[in-house]
């Protein structure tokens, strides 16, 4: 059965990495993987990014997947699931995007799963300041997910990540917090043992 | 899910272009990579002036020899660059631009990123596609190898 796995954050948070980091490793491992990658403005650059690592991705483009595209993903996902059948779906949705709202429509998407993961990455570079500026909207894309990531661990000192770990948990004391550096692939092996997809 | 739209939620504009280019004389992998980082370093620094982005700024550029990646997060981090254009004159290709900065609306983006090209189409012929509104691609692409 089929796994379904968001890789959720802010814009600039690192998700298309990770996305390519995890969609190798798995590739690596036997899996079958899609990836669906959605964009906010007309023109995708992740979805060619993705594609020169040699993934195969569907792009969504102009709009965001958790509020005006929310059709066009559940229909992706349904002709995914039924024509090509992958063991497991990485989604990427944009940095402006609810994880709460993308789960909401992939469970009313009629599509039979297995497992549902969110993982809300965080930039460890920015979040002091998203926390300040957009502290509203980034409490809302760390809610509802299953994970939290605080990614970019290579660009901070150590004591800085327990600061970040303070605010994050200020915010949403639930879900474990791991820190990868999505780039370097440190901390992606433990974050895929996490995620239960290795 | 409600008439809740994030974009506007969190007050952020975007905007992106696609276009193809010519060379107009000997162009190398480090030139092209350069101009293209101005161009993004352009972008933001007419949204944002001297206050750091909220948002990011990317390009992506395939030519015939290779790639080249670029990504603006924050002013103070700098450019992220993958190139893997080898040695050699790029002749043509095509370049897939995208911002989306919060504080902003799409039009300003639009007129950022035009006015950053301007310099860019004084070495290189450019062909901007306007979008065609395809909201999903390679769907039949991927299903077709299921």
């Not at chain 1, 000192?157 to 200020?170: S, V, Y």
């Not at chain 2, 409600?2 to 992106?16: I, N, P, Q, V, Y």
């Amino acid at each position: 059965m089929m796994i379904l796995c968001q890789i959720a954050g802010f814009l600039g948070s690192g998700k298309t990495t990770l996305i390519i980091r995890l969609g190798k490793e798995l590739g690596k491992a036997g899996k079958k993987v899609a990836i669906i990658v959605n964009e906010v403005g007309e023109v995708g650059v992740d979805g060619s990014v993705i594609e020169a690592f040699g993934l195969r991705s569907v792009e969504l483009t102009e709009g965001c997947i958790c509020c005006s595209l929310s059709g066009s993903l559940q229909n992706t996902l349904r002709i995914i699931s039924k024509e090509y059948k992958p063991d497991i779906i990485l989604i990427e949705p944009t940095g402006l995007a609810l994880p709460s709202k993308v789960n909401t429509i992939i469970r009313t998407s009629m599509v039979e799963f297995d497992r549902n993961i969110s993982v809300a990455l965080v930039d460890a570079f920015r979040a002091e300041r998203l926390f300040n500026e957009m502290r509203q909207f980034f409490s809302r894309q760390i809610s509802g997910v299953d994970i939290i990531a605080i990614n970019k661990v290579d660009l901070v000192p150590p004591e800085r990540i327990k600061e970040i770990e303070g605010m994050i948990r200020e915010l949403n004391p639930k879900p474990p917090l791991v820190h990868i550096s999505a780039k370097e692939g440190e901390g992606v092996r433990e974050l895929m043992t996490a995620l239960g997809v290795t | 899910m409600g008439d809740e739209d994030t974009k506007e939620l969190a007050e952020a504009g975007s905007f992106g272009l696609k276009v193809d280019f010519e060379s107009r004389g000997d162009l190398k992998a480090q030139d092209l990579t350069k101009m293209m980082g101005n161009l993004l370093l352009e972008v933001a620094d007419r949204i944002t002036g001297k206050q750091p982005l909220i948002g990011h700024v990317k390009a992506f550029i395939k030519t015939p020899l290779g790639h080249i990646q670029l990504n603006l997060v924050d002013t103070e981090l700098g450019l992220e660059i993958v190139q893997t254009i080898g040695d050699g004159p790029i002749t043509s290709g095509s370049m897939n631009l995208m911002a989306a900065i919060v504080g902003t609306k799409d039009r300003k983006i639009e007129e950022a990123m035009r006015k950053a090209l301007e310099p860019v189409a004084l070495k290189l012929k450019l062909t901007i596609h306007e979008h065609d509104h395809d909201q999903t691609r390679n769907l039949d692409k991927l299903i077709s190898l299921g």
